[in-house]
């Protein structure tokens, strides 16, 4: 039962197909035509491109309701670096993750990583641990559509709330700055 609602997370994140220490002009001139987007419902801030559209969706689990709330930058622009800029949230109910059950979250994880490769058909490149003002987290690379796209994904757990800030780009641009702003720039209004 455990797996169904960590693969429940994962399938959600996929239905699309103060910053890092980087000092210079060309951060600066990313963020000159960026705007901030801040939800105090989901308790977050970030940088994006252009203004992010929303949408919600509810999920029966074996759980309960999850109700999925996410927010996106979508472009066709050959010229830029990454198609998609996404945040994906949702609260789990109580007693079933936790940002304070290490051993849950290892599972949680896992489950999480494995189930996203698997529902895009792809390959992990890396997976590494990481955190935002001590809540745990992951990050991990993609390649899906025989290594002509990729998905960057930095996902946390604060508390019983799921984030995960995702970038979709194509083959050849797996490492852009706009990606690093994007997911460097998640924080958390608390």
């Known amino acids: 039962m455990k797996r169904n609602y960590f693969i429940v ?11 890092k220490a980087q000092e210079g002009p060309l951060v600066h001139s990313v963020l000159d035509k960026w705007e901030e987007m801040i939800s105090y419902d989901g308790r977050f801030r970030l940088m994006s491109p252009g203004k992010m559209e929303s949408k919600h969706d509810t999920m029966k689990t074996a759980i309960g309701e999850l109700v999925y709330h996410t927010f996106y930058f979508q472009t066709d622009e050959k010229s830029e670096e990454n198609y998609v800029y996404m945040l994906s949230y949702c609260d789990y ?19 999480t990583v494995e189930t996203a490769v698997s529902s895009v058909r792809g390959e992990l ?29 930095k996902a946390l757990v604060v508390k019983s709330r799921y984030y995960a800030v995702q970038t979709v780009t194509k083959k050849g641009m797996g490492v852009n700055q706009s990606a690093d702003v994007f997911l460097d720039s998640f924080r958390l209004l608390e």
């Open 125 to 153: 490149m890396y997976s590494t641990d990481t955190d935002l003002n001590d809540y745990p987290g992951k990050l991990w690379r993609i390649d899906y559509l025989n290594g002509r796209a990729i998905i960057k994904t």
């Open 93 to 111: 109910p109580p007693y079933t993750i936790h940002s304070d059950s290490s051993d849950l979250l290892l599972d949680f994880f896992e489950t």
């Open 9 to 19: 997370t994962a399938m959600t994140l996929f239905s699309f197909s103060s910053i």
